[in-house]
């Protein structure tokens, strides 16, 4: 056989026996089973819980499962809603306790707070969680936003850091109509239809705010079921940490 396409078949069988996760540079799991037509639905919570009913009960009507990343404050105020969607079978995990930026937006590998103030603000998180008899291994970090001494920190209180995967904008549905950043849902909306249509979003790590503030009217949240169906006509799964 020729050389050429020997390494090319070794390498191609070690790519399927490999390439299942996608870990950033920062050491967290930014896409998971690459194989596999499936999609991770991520919902983020801290300040707001506007969307929390809508979106359980469209992945109750579409028969799914999520995961849920909820602050140490969100969880000590809505406990009955957080003991909800565990029993409904989705996965609940950390997202730290006071919503803190972590490390700085340009200079990345900055901590702008210490390592011991990083390690208790994501015990704290997790000992509330622990009182709901919450037991999580991932954990998204504050602001969608880490580097490695994050991951690392995590990683001593046994928790695998996840985050979206980029790529599509649904990220920026928290965006309210004065800011510069501003865009709105169809537009959303539009950026993961061309994703996918254009790459694939097998094991994607999708971010959606179930709650937003009041000043933006148009949720992202609220076209979840169409979205839903959508994808699932693609042919994709949906599946949870
Ligand atoms: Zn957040």
């Not at 930026?101 to 622990?130: F, M, P």
């Not at 254009?198 to 076209?223: A, E, Q, V």
Request: aromatic residues 12%.
């Amino acid at each position: 056989m020729n050389r050429l396409i020997l390494c090319f078949l070794i390498f191609t069988i070690n790519l399927s026996l490999y390439a299942q996760n996608i870990v950033d540079k920062e050491g967290a799991v930014v896409r998971s089973d690459t194989l596999q037509k499936k999609i991770y639905l991520c919902f983020t919570g801290h300040e707001y819980v506007d969307g929390f009913e809508h979106v359980l009960s469209v992945l109750n009507k579409q028969k799914i499962k999520g995961s849920f990343f909820l602050t140490g404050d969100f969880v000590r105020s809505n406990e009955d809603l957080v003991r909800d969607i565990t029993k409904q079978g989705h996965f609940v995990g950390a997202h730290s306790d006071k919503h803190l930026l972590y490390c700085d937006w340009t200079k990345r590998d900055s901590l702008l707070y210490s390592e011991t103030q990083i390690k208790e603000d994501i015990l704290q998180n997790l000992r509330a969680l622990k009182k709901l008899d919450i037991h999580p291994k991932h954990f998204m970090p504050p602001y969608e936003w880490h580097n490695k001494k994050v991951v690392k920190i995590a990683s001593q209180l046994n928790q695998i850091t996840v985050n979206y995967s980029s790529g599509t904008r649904s990220n920026a549905d928290y965006t309210t109509p004065d800011m510069a950043n501003y865009i709105s849902s169809d537009d959303i909306l539009e950026s993961i239809y061309s994703y996918e249509s254009f790459k694939n979003m097998n094991g994607f790590h999708l971010l959606i705010h179930p709650g937003t503030s009041p000043k933006r009217k148009d949720k992202l949240y609220l076209n979840l079921d169409g979205l839903i169906t959508k994808l699932k006509k693609k042919g994709y799964q949906f599946s949870k940490f």
